[in-house]
Structure formats: C-alpha cells, structure tokens
C-alpha cells in the first residue's frame, strides 16, 4: 500500500503544479488585460468583454491554485489551540479535518460537473463575447477532485513524517 501511495502522490504532485502554473498564467493574463483595458480607456478604447474574462480567469486561478496552495501548506493555519494538543490529539483532528475536507471538495465536484453539464445543455454563454461557460464549471470540478486527492495524500503523509 506504500507504493501505491507514492505513487498517487507523485501523479497528484505532478497535477498540481502543472494546475498551479495555469493558475499563476491566468493571474498575469488577468492582469495585463484589467492594465491594458484602463490604459486604453484613456483612449477611449476599452477592451471589449474584459469583465467577463477577468471573471472566468478569476475563477481558474483561485480553483486550480487550491491543490498546490493545500501541498505546500500556504493557506492560514490557526494552531492556537492545537499545538498544546497532544501528538494523538492533534492526529486525530488533522484526520477529521481532512475528512471534512474531502467531503467539503467532493460536494464541490459533483456540484460543479453538474453545473457544467446543465451550461453546455442550455448553451450558456457569457453576455458580450458569447463564450461558453460550462467548461470553466468543469475545471472548477477537476480541481475540486484534485483537492480531494490532495486532502487524501496528508493524511498518509503525515502519518509517515510522525512515524
């Protein structure tokens, strides 16, 4: 069972970084658009359909930087209360919080896919550029199950480190 967990681990680190590349690509792209639409409007030529865009990058940097973000420990950690916790005790919430989480995620995906599969049966579209919406819904979900793994791994990997 080691093995197999390595192994995942390695797919899923591979995973990861590559989504967190993406998401560092939307967020420059985002970027230079929202600086490139104010410039222009000084000119009295915005950029047509840069809130749109904004808003669909916005939504890939923040789901496909997640898995990443959760491997590498970057989100706010309140260890107030936990680090006087006993080693057991605090084993036994990293677990249950990791459970939670996956849940959490897990409820996310199925949501997400759902969505994207209601988008692309009604043609939604954004309102200026008439671009489709559902397969921003679909990489939200692919991230929220690569999360999920991600979640899953911890728990293995800090047993290893604890041991």
């Known amino acids: 069972m080691d093995e197999e967990v390595k192994t995942l681990s390695g797919i899923t680190t591979g995973i990861s970084r590559g989504m967190y590349v993406i998401a560092g690509v939307a967020l420059a792209g985002s970027m230079f658009l929202t600086v490139a639409d104010v410039i222009l409007r000084t000119f009295k030529m915005p950029i047509v359909g840069t809130y749109e865009l904004v808003g669909l990058l916005g939504a890939l940097v923040v789901g496909f930087a997640l898995p990443q973000t959760s491997r590498m420990l970057g989100h706010v950690l309140m260890d107030f209360v ?79 480190s604890e041991s």
Do not use: H
Not at 96 to 117: K, V, Y
């Open 82 to 160: 936990t680090s006087r916790l006993t080693g057991g005790v605090n084993r036994f919430l990293m677990i249950l919080t990791r459970i939670m989480g996956i849940l959490l995620f897990a409820i996310i995906a199925w949501n997400m896919c759902n969505l994207g599969f209601d988008y692309w049966k009604a043609g939604e579209v954004t309102p200026t550029l008439q671009l489709p919406t559902y397969p921003v819904a679909f990489a939200i979900a692919i991230a929220s199950a690569v999360e999920c793994l991600v979640l899953f791994l911890e728990m293995f990997e800090k047993k290893d």
